[in-house]
């Protein structure tokens, strides 16, 4: 099963030279995401969720990140309808897909 989302998180004023960062997130865990946050790394401050909406087990979208930054290292924070947390920090330009597993 498939379930399209979409993420936008906007940290600062989109330069007009900006490339939004695309990539699917796969929930392959045994865990539904509630909450994902992302943050250039290095920088000490989440943003907003940026996840409209759950997602279950075994479904994956695409996540946008329009920050308008030229960066490509980011810290991943995902938080489970259990309240538990797990945080990556990942390069988001050499890949097309991030998969969360327990």
Do not use: K
Request: net charge negative; with cysteine; aromatic share 8%.
């Amino acid at each position: 099963m498939r379930f399209a989302f979409a993420a936008l998180v906007a940290l600062t004023a989109t330069p007009a030279l900006a490339e939004d960062l695309v990539f699917t997130l796969v929930n392959d865990s045994s865990h539904t995401i509630t909450e994902m946050y992302v943050s250039p790394v290095g920088v000490d401050q989440w943003g907003e969720n940026i996840l409209f909406g759950a997602v279950e087990p075994g479904v994956s979208g695409d996540v946008t990140i329009a920050d308008g930054l030229d960066v490509c290292d980011y810290d991943l924070r995902f938080v489970s309808g259990e309240g538990g947390e797990a945080e990556q920090s990942q390069n988001l330009c050499d890949m097309a897909t991030f998969t969360v597993t327990d």
